[in-house]
C-alpha cells in the first residue's frame, strides 16, 4: 500500500466494537474455549493547563484496547492487546487460550450464569457530547479563568500550579459466552485551580480546588473553583506543629472520603475471603456507631460510580453496606460471591487484563442534620483535618497512622493552621468513635462523605 | 548547530543498523517516514518536536491459596508526539502506527504553536548507549512454565515457614518495552528495556485472633535466571513472612518527636520523598518547590551526599537512555551536605539554562515527559552500625517501609514505617506496629548525626507517581541517625518520656 491510499481513509475510521467483542468470544469459543469474555475499551482526552495566564500544555488524543478472558473448564487466563488487526486479534486469543493451560483449576471460577447478567434499562444521563462542544480557545480560557480568580484572590498567591480543564469520553463494551453483549458511554469535564501563596518569611503553601461533572452545562464556575482553591491556599500560610495530644478530629469532606474508602476496601469481597481485612467474618455484627449508615448505588443517574452493569455484565444495583452501624453486606463480584457462599452485588471491575476486581458504585456515608461550623462550634479543643499525606493504614489489623495538615480548633472556632503532624489510631475502633456527622454530602467522585467528627485518634507532632 | 534539513538526508545514513531497529523491522518505519512526521509537528511553527514510539510486552501470574488463579498477557504500543514552542507543550498520541495516524497526531501536536513551519530537522545523532540490561529474554512464551514456577515456589515457601502464615500471595510480572525517540534536535535513540519482578505477602493469624502482615519483593532490569539465584523465591517468601510473623507481637508505636534511626536499603525511601522530589527541575524553574533557589546553600549535614545515578547495571531505576533519547547519569544531588543542583529533562535544562542530566521520564507513549529520578541514594559514612543504635536512649529504629508522599511546595514529607522497633538504651527491644514518620524536607537532613558504613540498595520494588505517572525507581541509603522526627505512633503512658 503506497502513502497516498493510506492518506486518502480517514483518521477517524467507525468501527462496530460490540461486533468486534462479539467476534472475539466466538473465536475463543471456537478455539476450545468452555467460557469467554471480550471487553473493549475507546477513549479520547483532552487537557488543557494554564500557568500564569500562559498555556503550558495542551493535549489530545484517543485511543483504544481490547481484552479477552477465557476459561478451560476452571482453568481461566487473560491477553489484551492495542492491535485491532485480524492478526492481532488472532493472536491475542490464540495466547489466552495458550496461557489458560498453565493456570490451576479453581472451582470457583467462571462467568456470571446467564439469569444473573443484564443492563439497566432507560438513560442513565452519562453521556453529552457537549463536553467536546466548546472550541479550543473557549476550553483554555476556562482554564485560565479558574487560575486568575485564584491570583486575584489574595496579593499572597503569587504562584501557581496552574488552572485546568479536561474533557474525556468513554465507550465500554463486553461481550461473553452467554450471548451477553452490552455497550455503554460516558463523559467527563472538570475544572481546577492549584494555587500557590507565599508568606512574608518566605513559606510557600499550595492546595487545589475542582470541578467535575458529566455535562459541561453542570460544571461549576470556573471564578468560583478558582476563588475557593485560593481561600483553601492562604489559610495554611504561616502552619507550625500542633503538640502531641489526644483530642476530637473533624475531617473535611475530602479527607473523611478516604476513611470511608478504608471501609471500602475493607468490605471489599477479595480482602474478606482471604481475611486480610479487618471485616472479615463480620457480617451481620455492629462495626460502627448507630449513627453510620454506608450505601453503595451503582444506579443512580449522572452518578459518578454509575454504569448498566458491572464488569462482569451484571445489572448494577444498590446495596447497603451498613445500617446504622450493623454490617449487612460485602461488595462482591462473581468471583469472591462464590467464595464466600453469597450472592454478586454487582460490583465487578474490570480492567483489560487480569481477573475482575472489585470496584465501588456511587459510594457514600449518610449525611447528618449538622452543618461543618456546628460541629466545629462543639469543640473546645481539637484538630480540622484538610490534607492528609502518605498511606499509613493497614487493612489487615486496621492500624492507621498517617501524615496530616489543618487547621487547629480552639474555644468552638477555627484558629491558626497546622502542619506536619500525624493522625494515629485503628479503623476498628474509628467507626465506633464518629461522634458527629454533617449535612454536607456532595459527590465529586464516585465516593461522598460529610464533614465527620472522630474522638480518640492521637495526633503526633512536638 | 542547526545543520538543515539536507544534512538530516545525509546523515542518517550514518546511523548504526547493527542495531536492533525494532520498530524499523516490525512496522516498516522508514527514515523518510520520521522526517515526513517531525515536518508535521513543526508545521505549525513549533521549535522542538519529538516522537516516542513503545511497544511494550508484558506478563503477569498470580498464585493465590496455592492456586495459579491468574495469568495475563498484552501488547500494547503506540506513538507520542510532543512540539514545543516556547514554554508550552502540545502533545497527542496514536495508538495506531499507521502513517496517517501518526500524521493525525503531529498536526494536533503542533497547533500549539501558531506561526510558519520553520525549524528545519538537524542530523540524528546516535547517542553513546550503555548496555546496563542486556536483553537475553528469548520470548514471553517460552519462559511460561519457569515463571509460574516461581509464584508456586514462593507460595510453597512461605506457608512452610510457620503454621501461623495463613494467607499467601505470591505474583510475578514483567515487560520488555522496546522504544525509539527521535527528535528535530538530531536526538536518536533506542532501547530494549526489560523490567521483572517478583512479590509475596504473607497474613500472619494467631488462635486468639491477633493477624499481622508481610510484603516482600524485589526485582530489576533482569532476566528470569536473575531469581533462580540468590533472590529467589524463597529468598522473599522468607521475608515475607518473617515480617508477617513478626507483626503478631508488635506494640503501639510511640508518639511525638524522637531520635529515629533508619535501616540500610528501602528506607532509602526516605530521600526520595524529602529531597528528590523537591529536585526535580520542572518545580524549580516554576519555583513551586521549597528547594527553590537553595542551590550552593546547606540542606544537610556535613555527613550527608546523595546521588542519582540512572547507569547502575540491572537496577530497576536505570535507564541506557531515557525516554526523551538522552543517556542516563551519575548526578550529585547534594555533596557533604550543599545542594548541587537538580533533576532535569530537555525542557526544563533550555529554560534553566542548565544541564540536561537525562531525566526526562514517561510513564508510556500517551504521557509527557517530565524530570523524575531514577536510582536515587545517600553515599556509605564512617560509622558502625551497632555503634549508631547503641548512641540512642530513646528512639525508633524502622528497617521497613510502605511508601511515602511528599508536598512539594511546603516541603513536608512522609514515609510509612510497616517494620520498626523499639530502641531503648541503646539496646533494640521490641517491635512497633506500622506508623508514619513526618518532616521537613528542606531540614530533615541538616540532622542527621550519624551515617553508616553499610550502604545498600533496595530489592527493586519501587514505583514513584508523579501527575498521574507511574515509573519505576530504586533507592538506597546506609544506617543513618536522624536527630529528631515526628513518629505517628498512638502510644500514650508507657511511651511518657517520648512526649516531651
Known amino acids: 500500500m503506497t502513502d497516498s491510499t493510506l492518506e486518502a481513509q480517514s483518521p477517524k475510521l467507525e468501527t462496530d466494537l460490540k461486533e468486534i467483542a462479539a467476534d472475539v468470544v466466538r473465536r475463543a469459543m471456537a478455539g ?65 487460550l495458550e496461557l489458560a493451560k498453565v493456570t490451576s483449576e479453581d472451582p470457583y471460577g467462571g462467568i456470571p450464569e446467564p439469569s444473573q447478567l443484564g443492563s439497566l434499562p432507560g438513560d442513565l444521563d452519562l453521556y453529552y457530547e457537549d463536553v467536546y462542544s466548546l472550541p479550543g480557545a473557549e476550553r483554555i480560557d476556562y482554564a485560565r479563568r479558574a487560575e486568575k480568580a485564584a491570583l486575584d484572590f489574595d496579593p499572597r498567591i503569587k504562584n501557581s500550579e496552574g488552572g485546568s480543564f479536561d474533557a474525556a469520553t468513554g465507550h465500554k463494551v463486553l461481550a461473553n459466552s452467554h450471548g451477553f453483549v452490552g455497550e455503554y458511554r460516558r463523559s467527563y469535564c472538570s475544572v481546577a485551580a492549584v494555587p500557590i501563596a507565599q508568606s512574608e518569611d518566605g513559606g510557600m503553601q499550595r492546595d487545589y480546588w475542582f470541578s467535575v461533572a458529566r455535562s459541561l452545562s453542570r460544571l461549576e464556575p470556573a471564578e468560583q473553583v478558582g476563588k475557593i482553591a485560593a481561600q483553601r491556599t492562604v489559610r495554611r500560610l504561616g502552619a507550625r506543629k500542633a503538640k502531641t495530644a489526644q483530642v476530637p478530629i473533624v475531617f473535611d469532606p475530602m479527607v473523611a472520603n478516604s476513611i470511608l474508602d478504608h471501609i471500602f476496601e475493607g468490605v471489599n469481597g477479595d480482602s474478606v475471603y482471604r481475611g486480610a481485612s479487618f471485616l472479615a467474618g463480620k457480617l451481620g455484627q455492629k462495626i460502627a456507631g448507630d449513627n453510620v449508615t454506608v450505601i453503595d448505588d451503582g444506579t443512580m443517574p449522572g452518578g459518578f460510580g454509575t454504569s448498566p452493569f458491572d464488569g462482569e455484565g451484571v445489572p448494577t444495583r444498590r446495596t447497603v453496606v451498613i445500617e446504622n452501624g450493623v454490617l449487612k453486606s460485602y461488595l462482591l463480584n462473581t468471583y469472591t460471591a462464590k467464595k464466600l457462599g453469597l450472592q454478586t452485588t454487582a460490583n465487578a471491575s474490570r480492567g483489560l487484563a487480569g481477573t475482575p476486581g472489585i470496584g465501588p458504585g456511587n459510594y457514600f456515608l449518610q449525611p447528618g442534620t449538622k452543618t461543618p461550623q456546628q460541629i466545629i462550634a462543639g469543640i473546645g479543643e481539637g484538630l480540622y483535618v484538610t490534607e492528609f499525606l502518605g498511606h499509613g493504614v493497614n487493612l489487615v489489623t486496621g492500624d492507621y497512622s498517617r501524615g496530616a495538615s489543618g487547621l487547629w480548633i480552639s474555644g468552638g472556632e477555627l484558629t491558626f493552621p497546622v502542619e506536619e503532624i500525624t493522625v494515629a489510631g485503628n479503623l476498628k475502633q474509628m467507626f465506633f468513635n464518629i461522634s458527629e456527622l454533617g449535612n454536607d454530602l456532595e459527590f465529586r467522585g464516585a465516593m461522598a462523605c460529610p464533614t465527620i467528627r472522630i474522638d480518640g485518634l492521637t495526633v503526633g507532632g512536638e | 548547530m542547526l545543520l538543515g534539513w539536507e544534512s538530516f538526508q545525509f546523515q542518517r545514513h550514518q546511523i548504526n543498523v547493527s542495531k536492533e531497529q525494532f520498530f524499523f523491522q516490525h512496522y516498516g518505519l522508514t527514515h523518510k517516514d520520521l522526517e515526513r512526521y517531525l515536518a508535521a509537528a513543526l508545521s505549525a511553527g513549533g521549535e522542538y518536536a519529538d516522537l516516542y514510539f513503545e511497544y511494550l510486552t508484558s506478563t503477569a501470574l498470580m498464585v493465590d491459596e496455592s492456586m495459579l488463579k491468574s495469568a495475563s498477557q498484552g501488547i500494547s504500543a503506540g506513538c507520542g508526539v510532543r512540539v514545543v514552542a516556547g514554554e508550552r507543550t502540545g502533545y497527542a498520541y496514536t495508538d495506531d502506527l499507521s502513517p496517517q495516524r501518526i500524521l493525525h497526531a503531529a498536526r494536533t501536536a503542533a497547533l500549539i504553536a501558531s506561526g510558519p513551519a520553520k525549524t528545519p530537522v538537524v542530523g540524528y545523532q546516535e547517542k553513546q548507549a550503555r548496555s546496563l540490561y542486556p536483553v537475553t529474554l528469548p520470548s514471553v512464551d517460552a519462559e511460561i512454565t519457569a515463571k509460574v514456577e516461581l509464584v508456586m515456589r514462593a507460595d510453597k515457601a512461605a506457608r512452610a515457614r510457620d503454621p501461623r502464615i495463613k494467607e499467601v500471595r505470591a505474583s510475578y510480572s514483567d515487560e520488555l518495552r522496546n522504544i525509539l525517540v527521535v527528535a528535530s534536535d538530531g536526538t536518536f535513540a533506542e532501547d530494549s528495556q526489560p523490567l521483572a519482578r517478583l512479590n509475596v505477602s504473607c497474613i ?109 547495571p ?134 542527621v548525626s550519624m551515617v553508616g558504613n553499610d550502604l545498600r540498595l533496595d530489592e527493586g520494588v519501587g514505583t514513584c507517581g508523579k501527575d498521574g505517572q507511574a515509573v519505576p525507581v530504586g533507592v538506597g541509603i546506609p544506617t543513618i541517625k536522624i536527630d529528631r522526627l515526628t513518629v505517628g505512633g498512638t502510644a500514650k503512658k508507657e511511651a511518657g518520656s517520648f512526649m516531651q
Not at chain 2, 494467631?206 to 533482569?222: L, Q
Not at chain 2, 528506607?267 to 529531597?275: D, K, T, Y
Not at chain 2, 531525566?359 to 536515587?376: A, F, L
Request: glycine share 14%; net charge negative.
Open chain 1, 32 to 96: 476450545g474455549a468452555t467460557a469467554a469474555e471480550a471487553v473493549v475499551r475507546e477513549g479520547d482526552e483532552f487537557s488543557a493547563l494554564v500557568r500564569l495566564g500562559q498555556i503550558e500544555t495542551l493535549k489530545e488524543s484517543g485511543s483504544k484496547a481490547i481484552g479477552v478472558r477465557v476459561f478451560f473448564g476452571q482453568s481461566a487466563a487473560s491477553t489484551y492487546s492495542s492491535d485491532f488487526s485480524r492478526e492481532g486479534i488472532e493472536c491475542m486469543v490464540k495466547s489466552a
Open chain 2, 204 to 312: 500472619a493469624k494467631t488462635k486468639d485472633g491477633v493477624s499481622g502482615r508481610g510484603n516482600a519483593g524485589g526485582g530489576g532490569r533482569v532476566a528470569l535466571d536473575f531469581f533462580f539465584g540468590e533472590k529467589n523465591p524463597e529468598h522473599f517468601a522468607k521475608e515475607a513472612a518473617r515480617q508477617a510473623i513478626l507483626q503478631l507481637d508488635a506494640r503501639e508505636a510511640p508518639a511525638g518527636e524522637m531520635e529515629v534511626v533508619l535501616g540500610p536499603g528501602w528506607p532509602g525511601v526516605l530521600l526520595h520523598e524529602a529531597v528528590g522530589h523537591g529536585l526535580e527541575a520542572d518545580f524549580n524553574r516554576k519555583k513551586t518547590s521549597a528547594f527553590a533557589g537553595l542551590v550552593g546553600r546547606r540542606v544537610a549535614s556535613e555527613k550527608c551526599t546523595v546521588v542519582d545515578n540512572g547507569t547502575l
Open chain 2, 314 to 447: 540491572w537496577r530497576r531505576g536505570s535507564l541506557n537512555v531515557d525516554d526523551e533519547g538522552e543517556p542516563t547519569q551519575h548526578t550529585t544531588l547534594i555533596e557533604k551536605g550543599t545542594l548541587k543542583g537538580y533533576l532535569s529533562d530537555k525542557l526544563s535544562a533550555r529554560l534553566m539554562g542548565i544541564a540536561d542530566t537525562g531525566n526526562g521520564r514517561r510513564e508510556s507513549y500517551e504521557h509527557i515527559p517530565m524530570p523524575r529520578m531514577t536510582n536515587t541514594y545517600m553515599l556509605p559514612g564512617d560509622d558502625d552500625p551497632q555503634d549508631i543504635i547503641r548512641s540512642v536512649k530513646h528512639g525508633v529504629y524502622a528497617v521497613n517501609f510502605g511508601g511515602g508522599q511528599v508536598d512539594i511546595t511546603n516541603g513536608k514529607f512522609v514515609f510509612s514505617a510497616s517494620e520498626a522497633y523499639l530502641i531503648e538504651d541503646g539496646q533494640i527491644t521490641a517491635p512497633i506496629k506500622g506508623a508514619t514518620l513526618i518532616g521537613n524536607g528542606p531540614d530533615v537532613l541538616t540532622r
